[in-house]
């Protein structure tokens, strides 16, 4: 079937039989078929959206036609009109409006071309009946078909889309659509993500930061724009490209050789192990070749696989701290290690590593005499400790952690484990539990007791619990994942794997217990050693540092890494102590963050603090004064001369935004409200010596959330009439401007008194700002029109809104005061002024809606009968408006304690000489209470879920203290259960 046979058809035929021709149809042909008065409004619909080149004209012939379809002219409608001034398919769209279903029908196509935003526009609203076609049938990619690229709509929201699926729409959108959002905020983010990339290519050096990392996510990026992006200044660029799968790798080779340490670290990960042994060895090359200074140690020592010739080189000539780190590195050999001992002038801080590896006997016997703890510990982890070195290390130690180390070391060696065994001293609960795990005949609950109390004792009780042949089957199973060889030795678990095999298969922790581990620190210590050596993810790294059962001789080589966050683990508050090496490490490379982390949890050394005081960060430097006067350390601390402040004198981001916290100066609270930064503006927002002159300032900010947050700090100051006016004016300018985010300019709308502007503002109800323009237009004619709108079936008006008015007139009240919605009924409750017969209608309602009347600022309590100031005090048991009601109980003789009802003073209340009895009789009769006690005719109410929530409260079923809190429900007022039961109404007394 041809374009030309089917064209003029009255059905449309399946897209597939016809779409592809369309979409292969020449610019004459296309023509041609637009320009016949014959063409029928699907067809032109599939041209609109579907050929890739219709320009201005085409456009312009489509909407002139009569057939165009209703939702393309309400596209011309709004971004071109003046295309429709003679369009014969809007003048049939303006005669349909006469009917109520038809206007309501093209306010509801409108409403959903209303998108304020330029990607949602064309995903929602352009192509929201052609995208899954689209979808299905046009090619891209199929290898990058799934791929997701995350636009921010706002700071906490996002919206997903698929590259492939997005690219193709933008292709096919006309050019008037991307003329008409030229100015919005988010269409330059949204070009960047979906231009094609051609376009893209010649406007890349003019793109702003935000904008290049949205083109760095894309997965159609050429090698040119990779290494444009690759070389940009900025590091939030760079971490998109690198976080791009797509990422080519000579990219990824350029990259790794950044000067940022975290972007050439996240590189490095990437590259295949070839590249990446290529270039530690050219780097490790050119390092060797130049002066080794600090950075270009730190770097060296960072390559993952650097040479040991270029360790040798570090630990022989570099200073102590360098030469530490050279023997802890997992590339060292004993040749570095013996290089490092030869040396004369290392501290005894500095030879760690040595004491974890060497093999030299002479040095363990070195090491030992040092009295130093660090180094003992190190040397208890130590393979190559001799059984007499063993003996003379647990005898001078003393500590139960050392000894912990050693009997790992040694655990099959009893010799070893019997001198523990024999030691004096605090520890004997530990001893005890290490000699019955040593004990075969220990029984299996006291195995089960030692299991729940060795987290702190480290890998050695593990691994006994593995060979002891009372340990419960199922931890062995668990402990066989981790310790395989010592299970072998457990004759209990190895006749189980051979009876049954399968139901004995060892068995890791799961992922989300792992978890779970690394986030409370508290599992035991094998499992964050099986993490250290088995995961490669560097959050989960970084959280074992700071578990506190951890062996700290697994992570001392984290020190010189390159993330700061793992260099604040640390000196985490859950980390357990590390040695003098660590923090001098933070020290010398760590961040402003993490030498404050640093002083504040006191392990640094004196003279690393001093240095700290010349500092380069104001922050730092103030942190290190305290601590060392706190000292007593004697430093001379030059006073410097006060200037008058300026901002590029006022410290980083992070001491910008804490001194506009803090500060009470207001010179100081004038120039950072000028600052660059939204997140320094947004503090001097909340500062509580900020002024109003200030607060006016920052109303006017172009950033959405500082203003926001302003303009709430000024409604809690009394403005002067210039400044009142000042206000309304920026307010107003807010209102008005669709580029500003909505709950913004709900917040204006809320302030702003000028009714008409509210109205010219409102769309179609639907939105809270339409909602808040409903509330507060004074507008006659806006409100006129819009309950007009709503008795003609408009859901979108929202009546509560309506209802909280407080300029709709009489006729308006008198219809909102009969509705069924009681958010409507309690607005008009709270916010309008009532005469007498209104007053006694809401009188009658629910409790909500008589406490909400009882709060109303127009309202006299005085005019409210008792009964209905009695419902008002029921609906809450505490608050201003229940204290005024009690007041005015109280002025009609109705103490507090009898304003909350037994059934017998309700009765009284109404004047009415019944019993109870007789009374519950009655209710019987209409069926309205259920007799609980046949013999004495006791009666309860039906229960409330029974009426639904039409069920009232009256009071209470006895005058017995302990039934004062059983409310009664009925399913009508109580003056209407008066009239149900034929009593006479009248005015209860007081």
């Avoid at 100015?183 to 893209?200: S, V």
């Avoid at 298969?505 to 620190?521: D, F, P, R, V």
């Avoid at 003609?792 to 008198?814: C, E, M, Q």
Wanted: aromatic share 8%.
């Amino acid at each position: 079937m041809t374009l030309n046979e089917i064209y003029q058809a009255e059905t449309c035929p399946p897209k597939t039989q016809w779409l592809p021709e369309l979409i292969a149809a020449s610019r004459e042909e296309i023509d041609n078929f637009v320009a016949s008065e014959n063409t029928q409004a699907w067809f032109l619909n599939g041209v609109f959206h579907h050929r890739l080149d219709n320009d201005d004209k085409v456009c312009q012939s489509i909407f002139q036609h009569p057939n165009c379809p209703p939702r393309l002219i309400a596209i011309a409608q709004r971004f071109k009109p003046e295309w429709i001034v003679d369009s014969p398919a809007l003048a049939l769209i303006q005669l349909g409006m006469l009917d109520p279903d038809g206007k309501k029908e093209w306010e509801a196509t409108k409403s959903s071309l209303a998108h304020k935003e330029l990607a949602m526009f064309i995903y929602s609203g352009l192509f929201q009946q052609e995208r899954r076609y689209i979808l299905n049938h046009y090619t891209y990619d199929k290898d990058h078909f799934d791929e997701i690229l995350v636009l921010c709509a706002n700071r906490n929201r996002y919206q997903e889309y698929r590259q492939g699926l997005m690219r193709n729409l933008f292709a096919l959108t006309p050019q008037f659509i991307f003329d008409a959002f030229a100015d919005e905020a988010k269409t330059p983010i949204t070009l960047a993500a979906f231009q094609p990339i051609q376009a893209l290519a010649n406007r890349l050096a003019a793109m702003k930061v935000t904008e290049l990392e949205f083109v760095a996510q894309r997965d159609d990026l050429t090698l040119e724009i990779q290494h444009f992006l690759a070389s940009h200044h900025s590091v939030k660029v760079k971490k998109r490209l690198l976080e791009n799968k797509w990422a080519d790798e000579t990219v990824l080779l350029q990259l790794a050789q950044d000067l940022n340490a975290k972007i050439a670290e996240m590189a490095k990960k990437k590259l295949s192990k070839e590249r990446l042994s290529e270039l530690n060895q050219a780097l490790t090359t050119t390092a060797l070749n130049n002066k080794l200074d600090d950075k270009a140690l730190l770097d060296l020592l960072r390559i993952e696989a650097v040479s040991t010739q270029a360790l040798l080189e570090i630990a022989t000539t570099a200073k102590p701290l360098w030469c530490c780190a050279a023997t802890l590195h997992k590339s060292a050999t004993q040749e570095v290690f013996n290089a490092a001992g030869q040396r004369e002038d290392l501290p005894n801080w500095a030879k760690i590593g040595i004491a974890l590896h060497t093999q030299d006997a002479a040095q363990i016997d070195a090491l030992i005499a040092t009295d130093n703890k660090d180094l003992w510990f190190a040397l208890s982890d130590n393979p190559n400790l001799s059984a007499a070195q063993a003996e003379t290390l647990i005898v001078k130690s003393k500590d139960e952690v050392i000894w912990c180390g050693i009997a790992n070391t040694f655990i099959d060696n009893h010799e070893v484990l019997d001198i523990i065994l024999n030691q004096r001293g605090k520890k004997v609960l530990w001893q005890k539990h290490l000699k019955m795990l040593l004990d075969p005949d220990t029984s299996s609950k006291d195995v089960v007791k030692i299991q729940g109390k060795t987290n702190p004792h480290g890998i050695v009780f593990s691994r006994l619990m593995a060979r002891h042949a009372r340990c419960p089957i199922n931890f062995i199973i668990r402990l066989a994942a981790y310790f395989p060889q010592d299970t072998k030795l457990n004759t209990k678990y190895v006749l189980k794997l051979q009876e049954d095999p399968e139901s004995a298969q060892a068995e890791q922790y799961s992922t989300g217990k792992i978890e779970n581990l690394l986030m409370t620190g508290e599992g035991y210590s094998f499992v964050y050693e099986w993490v250290l050596e088995n995961l490669t993810d560097e959050r989960d790294i970084r959280r074992c540092i700071s578990v506190p059962r951890l062996n700290p001789n697994k992570v001392r080589h984290l020190a010189i890494s390159a993330d700061d966050e793992t260099l604040r683990r640390f000196v985490a508050t859950s980390a357990r102590k590390y040695s003098f090496y660590e923090y001098r490490m933070l020290a010398t490379i760590g961040n402003a963050t993490t030498l404050k982390s640093l002083i504040k949890s006191e392990y640094i050394d004196n003279d690393s603090l001093k240095e700290l005081l010349e500092h380069n960060d104001s922050s730092v430097k103030t942190h290190a004064l305290k601590l060392a006067k706190k000292r007593k350390l004697n430093v001379n601390i030059s006073t410097p001369i006060k200037k008058k402040p300026r901002q590029n004198s006022l410290g980083n981001k992070p001491e910008r935004v804490e001194l506009a916290k803090e500060t009470s100066d207001l010179a100081l609270l004038t120039i950072l409200a000028s600052d660059k930064t939204r997140d320094v503006r947004e503090q001097v927002t909340n500062n509580k010596h900020v002024s109003p002159e200030l607060l006016l300032l920052l109303v006017a900010d172009k950033d959405d959330l500082v203003t926001l947050y302003a303009l709430r700090q000024l409604k809690e100051f009394t403005l002067s009439k210039s400044e009142s006016e000042r206000l309304q004016r920026v307010l107003k300018d807010i209102f008005v401007d669709d580029n500003r985010a909505e709950r913004l300019r709900v917040e204006a709308a809320k302030v702003i008194d000028d009714g008409v502007l509210l109205a010219s503002q409102f769309i179609n109800g639907a939105s809270d700002l339409d909602k808040v323009i409903l509330a507060k237009s004074n507008c006659s004619e806006f409100l006129d029109r819009a309950f007009f709108a709503a008795q003609r079936g408009d859901i979108n008006i929202h009546y509560p809104s309506l209802a909280s008015n407080k300029h709709l007139n009489p006729l308006h009240v008198n219809q909102l005061i009969n509705s069924k919605d009681k958010q409507v009924r309690k607005n008009i409750a709270c916010y309008q002024r009532l005469d007498d017969d209104q007053i006694l209608r809401l009188c009658h309602d629910n409790e909500l809606i008589v406490y909400h009347l009882a709060s109303s600022e127009h309202l006299d309590l005085n005019c409210l009968p008792t009964w209905a100031l009695c419902k008002a005090y029921h609906y809450t048991s505490r608050g201003t408006v229940r204290e005024r009601v009690a007041q005015a109980l109280e002025l009609r003789g109705i103490k507090s304690h009898k304003i909350i009802m037994t059934l017998p003073n309700l009765l009284k209340l109404f004047g009415l000489k019944m019993s109870v009895k007789n009374f519950n009789k009655k209710l019987l009769e209409k069926g309205l209470v259920e007799i609980t006690n046949t013999a004495h005719h006791s009666v309860k109410p039906i229960n409330r879920e029974r009426f639904s929530d039409k069920a009232y409260l009256y009071g209470h079923d006895t005058d017995f203290p302990g039934n004062m809190f059983t409310p009664l429900y009925y399913p009508h007022s109580f003056a209407e259960l008066l009239a149900l039961l034929e009593i006479e109404v009248k005015e209860p007394v007081s």
